[in-house]
């Protein structure tokens, strides 16, 4: 049975670790998880029921293939502490945005098998989306595996290297953006009386509804926004206020300046 170890097992590392077990792929004994803290190892083995720790090397040892999963600030010290314990046949698999293979490979010092992964917190639900790219150790059969446990709680996209920061700027960020919609829309919907929780599950559900109609109808966004702005009607309005408002220009400009923060991470 393959052996995991999540170096680092915050929120991200804790949606994937819900997802892979969730889908059985392997057990609660075959993941060990590392932690800055005890509390927080403890707490981690009583969330999950896999092995937790603070020894980074140890985790490294017992582990096939290992997530990088502490903040990108981190990813240098910390692969400083644990390079000397990866082996020829593991695979690292790293999951922060801006730290590319030619980085990576220049800090563990040797041949390794990496993947760089761009996932989001949806994947707690199941319903994540992971962009990921290999460097030329990685065999098929060590792409296919790494896949299997990203397909356990996102759906996945092969991507050159070049567009990852995209990928994770658009997918790993939009979360917090859509919130912030989700938020507004309910607000205002509270503002002309509808109960707060009501608010939140109209809004939710909305805009869960119009992203699978995105995904399974085959249309263009343009399309569907169009199909639901009947002429003279009250949501081209609100499309009006919108506009006027900058509101695409304003989430283009969201999206180019995450991705410009992510690679000075």
Known sequence: MTKLAFIGCGNMAQAMVKGILSQGIVGPDDIYATNA??????????????????????????????????????????????????????????????????????????PLKIVRTAPNTPAHVGEGMTAYCENKMVEASDLALVEQFLSSFSTTMHLSEHLLDPASSVGGSAPAYVYQFIESLADGGVAEGLPRQAAYTIAAQAVLGSAKMVLESGKHPGQLKDEVCSPGGSTIKGVEVLENGGFRGTIISAIRTCIQAARSL
């Open 37 to 110: 803290t005890e509390e927080h190892a403890l707490r981690v083995r009583e969330l999950f029921g896999i092995h937790t720790s603070t020894n980074n090397c140890e985790a490294v040892r017992r582990a096939d293939i290992v997530f990088l999963s502490v903040k990108p600030q981190n990813y240098e010290s910390v692969l400083y502490e644990i390079r000397d314990h990866l082996r020829d046949d593991h695979i690292l698999v790293t999951v922060a945005p801006g730290k590319t293979i030619a980085w990576l490979e220049e800090r563990v010092g040797k």
